[in-house]
């Protein structure tokens, strides 16, 4: 007959047993943890996300505004009192704008981290959270080649942009149209050109058929200022001509076949 020692203690053991087969074990402990950290990361990259949008839609708002004050018509009362009060949407929108941009590449940094922790495997699907964390990135690669667009005409930058991100969200809709808008814009059309007039201003003209690539504008004189828009790969372009009229830069002068397209060998 077992003595009764020996009976508590083999009590003990079953009860301990019974304990650890209930209860989670370590590793899975460990699961829990990094799961829930996991989803308070994506729920900071979400809140981040949202203040960015919020700021870039006060950013459009700042910039329409500073092309209506650039628009308005430079009278005497328009140079004093007022003409401070019109360069401040521009000034706003230009600190609003390096704000934006750290925040964006911040928060580019953390989805990209968040990504690599949870990688997709090759060959397979992604798993519904690993496809919203490419969806919050291709977004965000979207409004950057949009920048490059809007800023310094730079369609050549963007189009790379929209390429790199379907190569890793092919199945975006928003993002494919986006890639096609970029393309069909890169070169100048007469249709589009047309929507120039003389006496436009600097930013009636972007307004109408977006702002040149930074390197195809030139200054003449130190007063004219020509915007070459290329038109087809051969290098060929159009131009629209500002000088000085009235204290502000406006068109006089418009040229689709100002530039002939290059020879083989040129």
Not at 65 to 70: G, P, T, V, Y
């Given at each position: ?17 019974l304990a ?16 829930a950290a ?217 040229n689709f ?10």
């Amino acid at each position: 007959m077992p003595s009764k020692l020996y009976v508590r203690s083999l009590a003990l053991v079953l009860t301990a047993g019974l304990a650890a087969a209930c209860g989670p074990s370590a590793d899975e402990e460990m699961a829990e943890e990094q799961a829930a950290a996991r989803e308070a990361k994506w729920e900071e990259i979400q809140e981040k996300k949202e203040a960015l949008d919020a700021k870039r839609s006060e950013l459009e708002q700042l910039r329409e505004e500073a092309a209506m004050d650039a628009a308005a018509t430079d009278t005497a009362a328009a140079e004093g009192a007022e003409g401070e009060a019109a360069a401040d949407p521009e000034a706003r929108a230009a600190q609003l704008e390096n704000q934006i941009q750290s925040e964006a590449d911040e928060l580019q940094g953390d989805l990209v981290a968040y990504i690599n922790q949870d990688p997709p495997v090759e060959g397979e699907p992604y798993t519904p959270e690993q496809l919203q964390a490419f969806r919050m990135k291709s977004d965000l690669d979207m409004l950057l080649a949009r920048e490059y667009i809007v800023k310094g005409g730079d369609y050549e930058r963007a189009i790379q942009i929209y390429e790199q991100a379907l190569a890793v969200d092919p199945d975006n809709p928003e993002l494919q149209a986006a890639l096609e808008e970029a393309q069909a814009n890169r070169y100048m059309s007469k249709a589009r050109f047309d929507r120039v007039e003389q006496g436009m201003t600097e930013q009636q003209v972007a307004a109408a058929i977006g702002r040149p690539n930074v390197r195809n504008v030139r200054e003449f004189d130190g007063e004219v200022i020509a915007w070459f828009y290329p038109k087809s790969p051969q290098r060929d372009a159009a131009a629209v001509w500002f000088r000085p009229d009235r204290g502000r830069l406006e068109v006089y002068k418009v040229n689709f076949d100002e530039v002939p397209p290059s020879t083989p060998g040129a």
